[in-house]
């Protein structure tokens, strides 16, 4: 793995130098296409969960009128917050545009996570543990490590879906069990330092990017324990083109660290 980027590496030893203040600003953001039926019970669970956060619906045009539900729960509840995109351009600009978004509201805590309940809000308190008691920089909700399970998955989605983990890592040199997983909390200074502009992957090889970055860029990662639940309603947006986009962005990762590498050695 190459060396940190000097600035990169002192922005995150700074932040981890202390907890993370109390209370801190926690923005949950949940991006949504077509989640008409899950916004409502989504935000009521997460303030149940963590009382004090604040939530970033990210709603990518959903023409089920899923963004003007979120506008309607905004203008009841303070901490519900809405950033409309004209288009479908891809769970990873989404999540560009409201990184930023929370990012200028001062967020100390960011997570990451869907609007279907397959990421149970019941681990909200075990994800962000690690980062406000000043243990982790980026902790990822993994379904691989003990204690985290898929109870409804066929084994062919478990080959698949671990299989990719395993293939990031081993390529990446990335010590991580679960590297796909949207499940993810970061302190606001880790995410700061990945660059969020130049990020590659419009899918889910997002997760596996960011991870990538924020590791080089010497953030402390955790894994946690999680339970992945089938979505309640609605369908799932995984496809295999979204497979080959993380597959291929995997490869480019390992090809652009090793040019990095060339280049250091000419020098």
Known sequence: MPAAEPAAAELVATAAAEPVAAPAAVWIIVPTYNERDNVGPISDAILAAVPDAHILFVDD?????????????????????VLHRRAKQGLGRAYVAAFHDVLARDADI??????????????????LEPIVSGKADLVLG????????IPRWNLLRRIVSRGGSIFAGV??????????????????????????????????????ETTFR??????????????????????????????????????????????????????
């Not at 924020?214 to 369908?235: H, L």
């Open 214 to 267: 924020a590791r080089r860029a010497g953030a402390r990662i955790v894994e946690v324990p999680i339970t992945f639940e089938e979505r309640r309603v609605g369908q799932s947006k995984m496809s295999m083109d979204i497979f080959a986009e993380a597959f291929l962005l995997v490869i480019a990762l390992r090809l652009s660290t090793l040019r990095r590498r060339h280049v250091k050695q000419l020098r």
């Open 171 to 208: 390529v990446l040199l990335l010590p991580f069990r679960d590297l796909t997983g949207g499940f993810k909390a970061w302190r606001s200074p880790a995410l700061e330092v990945i660059d969020l502009e130049s990020l590659h992957a419009g899918g889910y090889g997002f997760q596996v």
């Open 61 to 81: 045009g959903s023409p089920d009128g899923t963004g003007e539900l979120a506008d309607e729960l905004a203008s009841k509840h303070p901490a519900i917050a």
């Open 110 to 127: 960011v997570v990451q996570m869907d609007a279907d309940f397959s990421h149970p809000v019941r681990f909200l308190p075990s994800l």
């Open 142 to 149: 993994s379904r691989y490590v003990k204690g985290g399970q």
